[in-house]
């Protein structure tokens, strides 16, 4: 019995091999290839016969200091004087002068910085230490704790500063938590980013 189903699976799959190959082609009808075209460029166009054959004259310079020639009337046979328009000479414009431009003065005047940056930042100055390691430590452990510490050497000392903040009131605020943190009662100063 497993032969027969094993028959038929194979039927099956050389039938459904034989639709998906063959089928598609026969379906398809002829088919078509493109192809690009190419289509040369001349190198040098080709000019028209009547193209070549214009000639290149010179200009001819007219003299307008004569007088124009008088007309005379002309009379026709019905008797009756023509008006004909005497030609003026045309009169060339005399060239405006230009006017001076005026001479405006301008004056310098210095204008004092506003900012001087002494009250642009605060800073709270927690502790000052001998060992870059303590206060290393210290900094990481207020940064673990959501606080932008940082260290600053000045001489000898690594000093431990928590800020800077445009706030004065929002570091006053912090002080006594960071008292208890550190057990260091830190100063509120001035934040000067040129001299730290």
Same mark, same amino acid.
């Given at each position: 019995m497993a032969s027969k189903f094993q028959s038929r699976l194979v039927g099956t799959i050389v039938l459904v091999a034989v639709g998906v190959i063959v089928l598609p082609d026969v379906l398809d009808g002829e088919k078509l290839h493109y192809k690009e075209e190419f289509v040369a460029i001349p190198i040098k166009p080709q000019l028209e016969s009547e193209v070549e054959s214009f000639e290149i004259l010179d200009p001819v310079e007219e003299d307008i200091s004569l007088p124009p020639e008088p007309v005379e009337e002309i009379?026709?046979?019905?008797?009756?004087?023509?008006?004909?328009a005497e030609v003026k000479p045309k009169t060339t414009p005399k060239p405006q002068e230009k006017p001076k431009p005026?001479?405006?003065?301008?004056?310098?005047?210095?204008v004092e910085e506003r900012n001087n940056y002494q009250d642009?930042?605060?800073?709270? =100055?927690?502790?000052?230490v001998r060992?870059?390691?303590?206060?290393?430590g210290l900094?990481?452990?207020?940064?673990?704790?959501?606080?932008?510490a940082s260290v600053?050497?000045?001489n000898d000392f690594y000093r431990v500063?928590?800020?800077?903040?445009?706030?004065?009131?929002?570091l006053e605020s912090q002080l006594p938590e960071l008292k208890k943190i550190t057990g260091a009662s830190g100063q509120? =100063?001035?934040f000067k980013p040129l001299k730290p």
């Open positions: 009379i026709h046979e019905s008797s009756e004087p023509i008006a004909v005026e001479v405006v003065e301008v004056k310098e005047r210095k642009s930042g605060w800073i709270i =100055q927690l502790v000052a060992s870059s390691e303590n206060a290393e900094v990481n452990d207020l940064k673990k704790r959501g606080y932008r600053v050497k000045a500063i928590v800020g800077p903040d445009v706030s004065r009131s929002k509120i =100063q001035t």
